[in-house]
């Protein structure tokens, strides 16, 4: 099962590009990358997943380079409203998802 | 309107008293899985469901226990053998047990 490795917390100002970046040094080849995002008292929900390369999608963008060892979630121009915690995941095909403490991102006005 | 329920929001209990939890979902899903959050902590697995009545242990599922009667339903019960009981309790569904899961709101159990 790959562990995954991300900064405990990150503060950005509204209006800039945030990337967190996360190691998975052990992900198998069929593994997936997985990122949730927290609001307080509230569930997860699903932001992005990828293989390899880029992903882009109406919220955020996900880079994987070419050993994916390590991918980096891209927020362009960050409101305070992304003030939440990021997960970093490997979705192995035959373990349940794992929930790490994750990256606890602070947007200042 | 598809989604993801659970009741009560907050739900509070006396020590030694079995409690539970309740998790609907309409979506369809045949997976369902139960997560407990502590205060600062990430999300640890209890139990999940791939289908009915099946379930399997996650990483902390002493002191719990779960049923899967119907597809649409996996209650969750905190017996008097948990020791810590006080947490934020999350359920979420997927439409297999290695897609995209999807989480109710949450129940916030306080054991007095």
């Known amino acids: 099962l790959a562990k995954t490795t991300q900064p405990i917390s990150m503060d950005s100002y509204e209006g800039q590009e945030v990337n967190i970046t996360c190691s998975h040094n052990?992900?198998?080849?069929?593994?997936?990358i997985t990122w949730y995002q927290q609001f307080p008292s509230q569930g997860p929900r699903f932001i992005i997943q990828?293989?390899?390369t880029k992903v882009t999608n109406e919220v955020a963008s996900l880079f994987i380079p070419a050993d994916r060892k390590s991918s980096t979630l891209s927020l362009p121009r960050v409101s305070l409203s992304d003030t939440a915690v990021y997960y970093c995941l490997v979705e192995s095909g035959n373990t349940p998802l794992v929930f790490g403490k994750g990256t606890r991102l602070s947007v200042i006005a | 309107d598809g989604g993801i329920t659970q009741s009560p929001k907050y739900l509070f209990r006396k020590e030694g008293q079995n409690v539970t939890l309740s998790c609907e979902q309409n979506l369809n899903h045949d997976a369902m899985y139960w997560y407990r959050q502590d205060p600062g902590q990430g999300l640890r697995l209890i139990y999940y469901s791939q289908i009915v009545n099946d379930f399997q242990k996650g990483d902390i599922a002493e002191g719990y226990s779960v049923s899967r009667e119907k597809k649409e339903s996996f209650p969750l019960t905190v017996t008097s053998a948990q020791k810590n009981p006080t947490a934020f309790y999350l359920c979420a569904s997927s439409i297999s047990e290695y897609n995209e899961q999807f989480f109710g709101p949450g129940t916030r159990l306080t054991v007095l």
């Open positions: 052990n992900i198998a080849t069929n593994d997936y």
């Open positions: 990828g293989y390899k």
